[in-house]
């Protein structure tokens, strides 16, 4: 009853607030940002890092040779790293005023070249750009730039809807061609945005000697090192399975706002790698795709294989249509089929085990017991491949996604049985009044 009672506090009234805060077209622009536009780059460029920084540690004679071969040509390789993989927060720039541009029915790809163009602006110094070595700046086009990025597309994109609301743009006569029409009305807003932009870094400069991102680096480091946190892990944990139990997918909500922390500390830990310095580094998103989120949001691949072996036909059913899906980490079927979502018995199994993964992730990543993460693989890679890609080539990455695995099938094995017999009992009453109602004997 009290179970009961909880899961309809949360529908009646948590539902709501954070079902806003899912729909906040900010969050999702953002979002979309990463997921869209500056992903391909991330996964991408990691593959260079690895390729060029083999897990030499290992001590394998393949790794080594592979190490020596590559030594004379790693500047080289590193270029396909830090041209991609290091220009996410360009991509971010774009995408952020892109994507919260086609949410207002605006011109996306106008929106998009304003907010990079001038997040270039703010990432170069106020002096002559001549002598301005592109090595110097590169480092404010990835991680160390992405919040800088983030605020320039949202106010981009804002200036240039407010401009043509307010009819603050050359209008073009009737009869001429659309892409002239097209191209004067963004002059004035792109004008206004990119004067604006080199006056704000030139004062900065001035000012501070320092650029625009690196200020507002700054100003959010705190806040970066917070979300480092274990507690900062247990709490985005814990909101993305209360939300997922009713329903709302968890993990999109929660990235919407986490998405530039994790990433901020993803490349502090591959450039930490490259450099050969410590890397700090420990929640990021494959700390919760690759080894939390293990057969999907709640870790239920155990519960893939409980479901198979069921006595209930229900339940059977379902392992047997979830076992492809959860092989690449993919799991509505059972959360909607068994279903998980507003299951008051399966409720604490479903937030407890992947707390405690969270916890063991925190501790093994934190006491070097297993090499922290460099690299973000897509979320749909299976696991053991995902753990030792994530870690950069180290069979520790798949060690803790075993680890993961077993706590979590105790930790829903109780919760499971008893779930068992509820279903096994309404299957057989079922049965038993279907056979009534044709006249069989019972």
């Known amino acids: 009853m009290k179970e009961n009672r909880f899961m309809k506090w949360m529908e009646d009234s948590l539902m709501p607030v954070l079902g806003k805060m899912a729909q906040n077209i900010y969050l999702q622009s953002i979002r979309d940002a990463f997921c869209v536009f500056a992903l391909p780059l991330i996964i991408s460029g990691s593959v260079f890092l690895i390729i060029a920084n083999p897990p030499t540690s290992l001590g394998w004679g393949v790794i080594n040779a592979w190490n020596n071969a590559i030594t004379p040509i790693q500047s080289n390789i590193m270029i396909a790293f830090n041209l991609s993989f290091g220009i996410m927060a360009v991509a971010v720039a774009f995408g952020t005023a892109y994507s919260l541009a086609s949410r207002w029915d605006m011109d996306e790809s106008l929106c998009g070249m304003l907010s990079l163009v001038c997040f270039l602006i703010v990432c170069f110094p106020a002096s002559d750009i001549t002598k301005v070595k592109f090595g110097d700046v590169l480092t404010y086009l990835g991680g160390e730039g992405l919040f800088i990025a983030i605020i320039l597309g949202i106010i981009t994109t804002i200036v240039v809807r407010l401009f043509t609301k307010k009819g603050l743009v050359i209008k073009m006569p009737a009869g ?3 892409y002239v029409v097209r191209t004067f009305s963004a002059l004035v807003p792109f004008f206004v945005m990119i004067t604006l932009s080199w006056a704000v870094e030139w004062v900065v400069w001035a000012n501070l000697k320092i650029t625009l991102p690196q200020l507002v680096l700054n100003i959010f480091a705190p806040l970066v090192a917070v979300s480092n946190s274990y507690p900062a892990a247990v709490l985005e944990i814990i909101l993305m399975m209360l939300l ?3 329903g709302i997918h968890g993990m999109n909500v ?7 922390f994790w990433t901020a500390q993803l490349a502090a830990n591959t450039a930490a790698r490259n450099a050969g310095t410590p890397l700090h580094g420990i929640v990021t998103e494959p700390f919760f795709h690759m080894f939390t989120h293990i057969g999907g949001s709640g870790l239920t691949w155990p519960l893939v294989i409980m479901f198979l072996f069921s006595q209930s036909k ?14 690449f980490n993919i799991n509505e ?11 008051p018995v399966m409720f604490i199994p479903f937030i407890l085990a992947p707390v405690a993964a969270v916890t063991i992730n925190y501790i093994a990543f934190f006491s070097g017991i297993v090499p922290k993460i460099v690299m973000q693989p897509p979320f749909t890679v299976p696991v053991f491949f995902g753990g030792i890609i994530a870690t950069g080539g180290y069979w520790q990455g798949a060690a803790l996604q075993l680890v993961n695995l077993i706590v979590s099938a105790l930790i829903y094995l109780p919760f499971f049985r008893m779930f068992e017999k509820e279903l096994v009992a309404n299957e057989k009453k079922a049965e038993l009044e279907i056979r009534a109602t044709n006249g069989e004997t019972v």
């Open 244 to 246: 997922w139990s009713l």
């Open 176 to 178: 001429v061609p659309p």
């Open 333 to 343: 079927p059972i959360m909607f089929g068994a279903p998980l979502v507003l299951n």
């Open 254 to 260: 929660v990235s919407s706002v986490a998405y530039p």
């Open 314 to 327: 229900q339940l059977k059913s379902l392992g047997k249509i979830e076992l492809i899906p959860a092989i």
